[in-house]
């Protein structure tokens, strides 16, 4: 961030009170930049000795053996990516649908509470949304979405295979559950925030009501909706319970959806307070260093996708 | 201003006052297996009640945190569900004591609609399930075994703890033990690398509990308490003697009265050769130095408090396995040894 030229004109004759404001607002960015710095240090010094005795190899190789010490984070960074991408398709589509029918459709008496419906499901404790999953959901996939998908679909390999309950899927739509609601309260809001003038002569074009809300005003807003996408997927990356208690914690690749998996999160959180052996708890604080090296990289990603939007339309 | 400051002061003076006599009682913390949790709160809970000078503060995160608590000198006694081995011991700044403190057993729990009766399995079933050598309900090596039961045309989903555990340990041991294909491709650990191809991990006994429960076909080890607590419907198995055994507080303390002479170095009782023990049975241990640097005779007094008969009374009640007889003796001998 830089400073605007009108604050640096007016710095020269500031007051104490104005000179300490600058030195809070410095010290607190500062802050978080040091903060950012020292996690990535600590990070790597925890997993050195596992990227010394691994290599590179570490990433690509996909086995998972405490007992023989043989680590591989492959099939972990594979299944944190897959259920956020899951997550992340299906929370955007209903998550921005929801947010078009709140901003532009939902009348005042619906709209408010159902607002705070949706920012309340934000507050749900994720062990929570993590037994729901386990006791209704995977049952549920089980018996009647799995095999509804597999009568379907099932000629694609990813809907292929026996249907455990827990696995990718499951874990990806828990995901979205918990992404969803991100999505619609950051994107109502920049709908909201579009100015009326744009609806208006939208409608006196001839447009109806849904061609404004679809073709006009979600294109208008699109930055500020493809941010509280990438805030939902950062969330997605990282979120551990729920996800660990149905995906099925199995470090393998599988082509099929309904399959077991593993993410990053989920490793660390079930083996780290019994990794006895240095090396093994090395290698868990090394895949923490590759999830955080993964949002970083989807982070940028989005950066640069917000970027290029907000270039072509000169903003 | 000056008022305020000075009722502030003596408000403060107030709660100094009431604060420090509380402070006179010993404090004892100790860190590590979250096995052994419900059964120390209980004890502890009562040793207050009885010597109200003296409180014990456990923290359960896990024997890994424990041993490296302890081994820090963060925490007074340390526990693990499995004791400290030669390279741990020599990270320690001093010599260790482990004291075996409790018994648990892993029950097989499975979900099989329609079937009612206990089923039975063998050692060498057991294994070949886990190893994913055996894949049907149906297969004739289980039929055999229940010859009055109609089992499904079901596959069967093998459910494992996802999280590193004592649990694991003990199962581990067990199929290492009655499994040489096991041993040499899997080996004993918390965490493993599980071969079978149906397998599904789940994080904490009620995850595991809770994945057979909701699967069908599906089995699982668990918790000895969690079964008996929840009243789950788990496997008979034969053990060496050739015996029908169930999963009970009685089977699994016979298993461990077979072998009295436990120790830190050779503490394994799976697969007891015992007529009546339990064949997947472990214990749990406490760690403390033999030279603690303070409060030693009250960290003494409350651990050979513990492990005698008033102390194993409390895991009873609360579905542990309270130690054999000469199992208590040998753990009150190996406690004589620290320094008071």
């Known amino acids: 961030m830089t400073v605007g030229p009108q604050f640096r004109r007016v710095a020269r004759f500031v007051s104490p009170a104005d000179r300490g404001f600058a030195a809070v607002v410095y010290g607190g960015s500062i802050l978080f930049a040091l903060l950012i710095v020292g996690l990535f240090v600590e990070l790597v010094l925890g997993s050195w000795p596992s990227i010394v005795a691994f290599g590179p190899s570490f990433i690509w190789k996909s086995s998972w053996d405490p007992i023989t010490s043989k680590f591989g984070a492959l099939p972990m960074i594979f299944g944190t990516v897959m259920t956020s991408l899951i997550a992340i398709v299906l929370a955007a589509f209903i998550g921005i649908m929801a947010a078009v029918f709140l901003a532009d459709f939902a009348p005042r008496w619906l709209g408010q509470p159902l607002s705070f419906l949706i920012e309340l499901l934000a507050a749900v404790p994720s062990v929570v949304y993590g037994l729901w999953g386990l006791f209704v959901l995977a049952p549920f996939m089980r018996t009647t979405i799995g095999p509804a998908l597999q009568h379907v679909l099932g000629w694609m390999p990813l809907f292929s295979g026996p249907i455990y309950g827990v696995g990718l899927l499951t874990g990806g739509i828990i995901l979205a559950l918990m992404i969803v609601p991100t999505v619609t309260a950051i994107s109502r809001d920049v709908l909201v925030a579009i100015p009326r003038d744009l609806r208006e002569a939208s409608m006196a074009l001839g447009s109806t009501k849904w061609e404004t809300a679809i073709r006009v005003v979600l294109p208008a807003a699109r930055v500020g909706v493809f941010g509280a996408c990438v805030l939902a997927l950062g969330r997605a990356l990282g979120e551990t319970i729920a996800v660990t208690m149905v995906i099925g914690n199995r470090p393998e690749i599988s082509a099929s959806l309904f399959a077991p998996s593993y993410t990053l999160a989920s490793v660390i959180a079930n083996e780290f307070t019994e990794a006895t052996t240095s090396i093994y708890t090395s290698a868990l604080i090394e895949l923490g260093l590759i999830l955080f090296l993964v949002s970083m990289a989807v982070n940028a990603l989005a950066r640069f996708m917000i970027w290029s939007v907000r270039g072509s339309e000169r903003v | ?340």
Request: charged share 15%.
């Open chain 2, 1 to 340: 201003m000056i008022r305020s400051l000075r009722r502030c002061c003596f408000s403060l003076a107030v709660v100094a006052a009431m604060t420090l006599p509380a402070a006179a009682a010993t404090q004892l913390t100790g860190a590590g297996s979250s096995f052994d949790y419900p059964f120390f709160s209980k004890a502890f809970y009562i040793y207050n009640q009885k010597n109200p000078d003296i409180t014990v503060n456990y923290q359960s995160i896990g024997s890994g945190g424990g041993i490296a608590q302890f081994t820090a000198r963060n925490v007074d006694f340390g526990a693990t569900d499995v004791p400290m081995n030669a390279g741990e011991l020599a990270r320690a700044p001093g010599p260790v004591l482990q004291i075996p403190v409790t018994l648990g057993g892993a029950a097989i729990a499975y979900n099989l609609p329609g079937v009612s009766a206990p089923i039975r399995l063998t050692r060498a079933v057991l294994a070949d399930i886990y190893l994913g050598t055996i894949l049907k309900w149906n297969d004739p090596q289980i039929a055999k075994l229940n010859k009055s039961v109609n089992l499904p045309d079901m596959a069967i989903i093998v459910v494992h703890r996802s999280d590193g555990s004592g649990t694991s340990y003990i199962f581990t041991d067990f199929l290492s033990h009655v499994s040489a294909e096991w041993k040499s491709k899997v080996g004993t650990g918390k965490s493993v690398s599980w071969p079978a191809p149906s397998s599904v991990g789940a994080k904490g006994t009620e995850g595991v509990a809770g994945q057979v429960k909701s699967t069908p076909g599906a089995i699982g080890y668990v918790e000895m308490a969690y079964v008996v607590e929840n009243h789950m419907q788990a496997a008979t198995l034969e053990n060496k003697a050739g015996k029908w055994i169930d999963c009970t507080p009685e089977t699994v303390a016979a298993a461990a009265a077979s072998k009295p002479e436990v120790s830190a170095t050779n503490f394994s009782i799976v697969d007891s050769s015992a007529a009546g023990g339990y064949p997947i049975s472990g214990y749990s241990w406490v760690v403390v130095y033999k030279k603690p640097e303070a409060r030693a005779k009250e960290l003494y007094n409350v651990l050979s408090w513990l492990v005698g008969s008033q102390g194993q009374e409390n895991a009873k009640s609360v579905d542990y396995v309270p130690l054999p007889r000469n199992v208590q003796g040998a753990a009150a001998a190996t406690l004589r040894q620290m320094q008071r």
